[in-house]
């Protein structure tokens, strides 16, 4: 970012320092850089500029940094050898811009006072920021100076700052649920269900997903006797995206198949014994997923769906005239309610 002020500096006229015991003072805000990072600054500036010495800030002075309508201004103040204070100013949009150029005029100084009397004293901190700036992007010094120079590496971002690369990974789950669908027989048919899940987490989001499955139901139709139906299918599942309706709430959109048998036993009215076929059992499916963060790691779930048989047969008792049973219909629906455990 441009240094937008430009170094204002302004030596007081012959202002006569008392003796004074005052130790050097650096004074700033919590945005600007601290103490130890300042004093960085200016050592770096004093390699730059081949001062073979060590730093060694002046016994008495100070530097201030602190905010000034839309931007910051710093002031260094500095005794002089005959007696005089000097005093300089910079101003500038960021804090970390104001500290940078401050600290090359206090590098200049220091650097001239080491060809003739290296000074002494301890740097003491008036007002301690409670953090360091940011790390910024160098700044264009003002008219008259070099560019100013970084002071340290900014630091290594961890996957949960803001601004670091999204983190991915896979989470697994398994659940259990429990529900009823039609297309089994004339009336609905209860059904229990058991699931694993895998699932990319991506910055908050979830997707895809897949979930792999086993379904199973029993149902009776009593026309012409008694028919017992038992029904049997696996389940694969794929959820392309999830989408954060509410804080704890998500809908996935998503499509299926179903593999299985079902199976027809038959009690003819008056007696006998129908047969008890054994059919494959294919079907397509596209619903919707519900998932309500309860606690961590769990989430209760609400599933619901349309289906579309592939495979379609007709029902029919020997002896009776081969009358119809039941026959699978070309569409049918199902909803589930259950729970959700995911790990880790």
Known sequence: ??????????????????????????????????????????????????????????????????????????RLELPGADGTASAREVQGVTCA??????????????????ESEPATGEVREAVVPTAPAPPESPAAAP?????????????SRSPGRPGAPPRSEWRFGAGFLLGARTGLSPHGALVE???????????????????????????????????DIVWR???LEACPFGLRVLPQLDLEPCLGIHAGQINALGSPTGGGAGRQPSN???????????????LRGLSLDAEGGLLFPLTRYRFALDGQGDPTVYQIPS?????FLGLNARFP
């Open 280 to 294: 494959l059992w294919l079907d397509g499916s596209s619903g919707f997923h519900l998932e309500f963060s309860a």
């Open 233 to 235: 299918a696996g389940r």
């Open 97 to 114: 811009e104001v500290g940078n150029a401050l600290a090359f005029v206090l590098a200049l100084s220091l650097g001239a006072k080491t």
């Open 193 to 227: 269900a058991a699931f694993a899940e895998a699932r990319r987490v991506r910055s908050g989001s979830s997707g895809p997903i897949l979930r792999v499955g086993f379904e199973r139901a029993e149902t009776r139709v009593d026309a012409y006797g008694r028919t």
């Open 1 to 74: 970012m441009t240094l937008v002020g430009s170094v204002l500096i302004s030596i007081s006229g012959a202002v006569h320092a008392q003796p004074s015991t005052a130790a050097f003072i650096y004074e700033a805000g919590p945005t600007c850089p601290n103490r130890a990072t300042f004093l960085e600054l200016v050592r770096d500036k004093l390699a730059t500029s081949q001062t073979e010495a060590a730093l060694a800030p002046p016994a008495q002075g100070s530097v201030r940094l602190y905010a000034t309508g839309s931007g910051f201004t710093g």
């Open 331 to 335: 569409l049918s629906c199902a909803g």
């Open 143 to 155: 008219s008259g100076l070099p560019p100013p120079i970084a002071s340290a590496e900014a630091p």
